[in-house]
């Protein structure tokens, strides 16, 4: 760690006109802040590095027979289970309606029908029809006014 008094040390140094002492001193702090420097260097890769880790793995799902990784809304996959839990590796598995097996580890994987997605049906909240309101406004309470009614 940086000693900061050294600072103030140095500047003494050079106003009592001892040049040669506060130059050895200036040079040795300037080495400490060199070091200081490739350690936070090394740091802040190692977070990155860590950072895509912890990405990574929110990104690979597990779907019951393959991994599956997703970038953006892109599914890349599928990859052999027994390679990404054994050995920590994605081996990409062949596309088709072939079987798959895995060209490292020789998994047989059964063709999965792909699910078919029914369209969701859409709901639609209460509809109150605004003259409806209105009228209804006006019957239960006499001295409400249109613009009352339009404005609630």
């Given amino acids: 760690m940086l000693d900061y008094s050294k ?4 500047s003494e140094l050079f106003l009592k006109g001892k040049n040669r ?3 050895l001193l200036l040079k040795e702090l300037q080495t400490k802040y060199v070091s200081l420097c490739d350690q936070v ?3 802040k890769l190692q977070v990155k590095e860590y950072d895509d880790i912890l990405n990574f793995s929110q990104n690979l799902i597990f779907d019951g027979n393959y991994y599956w990784l997703k970038t953006g809304s892109v599914r890349h996959g599928p990859f052999c289970a027994e390679c990404c839990k054994d050995e920590g590796m994605l081996v990409r598995l062949p596309h088709g309606n072939t ?3 895995c060209w490292r580890c020789g998994k047989q994987y059964a063709v999965q029908p792909a699910p ?3 369209p969701k049906e859409k709901k639609m909240g209460k509809v109150i029809p605004l003259h409806a309101l209105i009228n209804s406004s006006d019957k239960h ?5 249109d613009k009352q009614a339009v404005s609630d």
């Fill in 41 to 43: 260097s090394a740091l």
């Fill in 99 to 101: 079987k798959k097996i």
């Fill in 116 to 118: 078919q997605v029914q």
């Fill in 141 to 145: 309470c006499g001295d409400v006014s």
């Fill in 21 to 23: 002492e506060a130059t």
């Fill in 7 to 10: 600072f103030k040390e140095v």
